[in-house]
């Protein structure tokens, strides 16, 4: 078939397969995010988004886009965002048909900023990605001990923290942080404060340097995310990569079962 309607969009090539391998056709892309509509939605609601695109699936090119094209339609939203030097328009999403949408033109992955748009200037989550250079089984059992390292670093400041899948290479850790009142500024001093704790307790194995090549093959803890402007993938967003992986997010309880591709669009129902 050429064409259908979902959720009130024109969908162009519904069984074109955005993964091979699963092979997960671009409508099965669109029913996984009805599926999980109700807390994805509230994940991306009054945030700025900034999505990845791959308009010829998983498998070809991909590009990370900030802003609209004029050819969006109206019934997204846009913001308008001061950026260095210009005024920069972002979009919000609030509804399945944004979603589908967007998955329409090629749209697989949903990031977001940490901050909302009726308060831009006071994120209201922190978040570390733990991010490792080399990936092995041993590295996996490291990213569970420092994902618990830094739950009891979290708790220890005051804050409840999350764990999702990357859906790429290790876990993101984050936490609500709204009735604190930081400014992007403080935020980012605190979240390197933490990086550099966990750092400090085991040098070995973890590391806060920037450039890829001086990171051997330590866990690089990410606390850049903490800055205006930065994004981190969406919970529940896929990953535009082979496998149809997606940054999910889970009980810690169950972190000693859990690897950072655990989740796909082949085993997620089970875990919602």
């Excluded at 909302?116 to 991010?131: A, G, Q, T």
């Excluded at 001990?145 to 400041?157: G, I, T």
Aim: aromatic share 12%.
């Amino acid at each position: 078939m050429d064409s259908i309607t979902v959720n009130s969009v024109r969908i162009t090539k519904p069984n074109k397969l955005l993964y091979l391998n699963p092979a997960i056709s671009k409508l099965e892309v669109i029913e996984y995010y009805e599926t999980v509509s109700k807390h994805f939605i509230n994940e991306l609601s009054g945030r700025p988004i900034s999505m990845v695109r791959a308009p010829e699936g998983a498998k070809g090119h991909n590009f990370y886009q900030k802003h609209p094209t004029e050819s969006f339609p109206e019934y997204i939203e846009r913001v308008v965002i001061k950026e260095k030097s210009k005024d920069g328009v972002y979009i919000t999403i609030d509804g399945l048909n944004d979603i589908t949408y967007l998955v329409n033109i090629g749209v697989l992955e949903f990031h977001i900023w940490g901050s909302k748009i009726d308060d831009i200037e006071h994120p209201d989550r922190i978040v570390l990605d733990l991010d490792p250079s080399v990936t092995n089984e041993n590295v996996v059992d490291d990213l569970r001990e420092l994902s618990l390292s830094v739950k009891e670093l979290f708790e220890s400041n005051g804050y409840k923290p999350l764990i999702k899948t990357s859906g790429s290479k290790g876990f993101h850790i984050y936490a609500d942080v709204k009735e604190f009142d930081y400014s992007w500024d403080e935020l980012k001093v605190v979240a390197k404060t933490i990086a550099e704790k966990m750092v400090k307790q085991n040098p070995k194995k973890y590391t806060i340097e920037f450039n890829k090549k001086d990171r051997g093959t330590k866990i690089f803890i990410d606390y850049l995310r903490n800055q205006r402007g930065a994004t981190m993938v969406a919970p529940y967003s896929l990953r535009s990569k082979e496998g149809a992986c997606i940054s999910f997010p889970f009980a810690w309880d169950k972190l000693k079962n859990i690897t950072p591709t655990f989740f796909t669009i082949k085993n997620y129902q089970r875990y919602l």
